[in-house]
């Protein structure tokens, strides 16, 4: 059996080389309890019937890749420990997250591996799961974590859209996009004026960081302060974190654009890339936590009503069928720093408590990779009542990640407090 790679995971496998490798990365802290790979190796060769992606590698012409079937896959191949002598806490846990996020992944074998990192303090187990984003985006991340790790599968699955409306006539299609173009080309073409903290090269060395706070009270400070939605509240705190950062490093306070994808899976399409993006300012310059919140929610809702990722997938799949290098000059546009400083991603976990091999998933945390002059990149992924912010920067240009880490946390406590919550300390 052979599978043809989409234009989009081409694309994504083309972006791979010396100093960017192509897989994400989910960080799975795991309570107290037995983890052992051997545990995890059988539990997970048990399921992958249900997933068959995970025995796919890459074969077929440089021009042309396509999927396969590995004939001689080993599932031990694909899952292994490494014990510390001392306990891991999140310094060096990041730190060793960081080690195996540069590592390429062999793409003699399927793309993909998990490796068991602990102890950590206070007890426990990570679960450091790369998989490269050509086989999979992170809706279809979670589906596959939901197939061959969780123990329950009771929670539905997450990010599933309802199957799209039936088609529009062309008459009505060709009036509203007659009637948005303007505005779509200004709000997602116009480069910034200004340059990006992040536009600088980069290297291979990876830092990493995470931070959390919890998504009940996230999701009812912004319903409160603006009408906003979680994904607007991560945005709002995002901006309150870079600007304190920015600051930190006595740097200009000015907006930044940053890159939000946007999934388009649908029950109908439950597995491979299928997204889109839209840009939107974070007003780095505005110093109240309210005002921010609700300049965020007035651009993305701008954007939704508009339905600017949609379109854009639309624009990028028309080009692609006209011609594929007026594609790929498209996509070089969008992927320029001017476009966009940072990516910032939102995809939802499962929504209750979880369990691998008996023991209680207690965060996950997402590391997505930077690219060349976008040297920060931030993930965030839910589970439970816990929203993970994980961040991933190039070591040579931001040396000091965790001071925006620890900003995001006091970013969602203010917010809370402004809110009229109690929130934790």
Known sequence: MTVPLTAEDRAILAL??????GHTCKVIRLGPGEATAAGLRAAVGRRLAGAPRLTWRLGGPPDRPEWHVDPAFDVRDHIAEARSTAELDDVALGNEVARLFE????????LWRMDLLGPLAGGGTALVWRLHHALADGTTAMRLARTVLWDSQADGPPGARPAPPAARTQAVDDARRRHHLAGFLEREFLPSTRRSPFDLPIGPDRGVAFAMTALGRLRA???TLAGATVNDAVLAVMAGALRTWIVHRHGPLHPVRVRVPVSLHNEREPTGNRDSYFCVSLPLDEPDPVARLVAVRRETA???SRHD?????????????????????CSELQAAPRAFALNVSNVPGPRQQVSVLGVDVETIHSIAEVGERHALRAAVVSVGDRLCFGLCADRGVIGDLDVLAAAIEQEAMVMAEAAGLVADR
Do not use: F, I, N, Y
Request: net charge positive; hydrophobic share 35%.
């Open 103 to 110: 590592q390429h992944l062999d793409r003699r074998r399927p």
């Open 221 to 223: 400070s912004a319903r």
């Open 16 to 21: 791979e080389g010396p100093t960017v490798v």
């Open 309 to 329: 990722a949609q379109e854009m997938a639309e624009l990028l799949d028309r080009l692609g069928r006209a011609s594929p290098r007026l594609r790929r000059w």
């Open 302 to 304: 701008l954007r939704k």
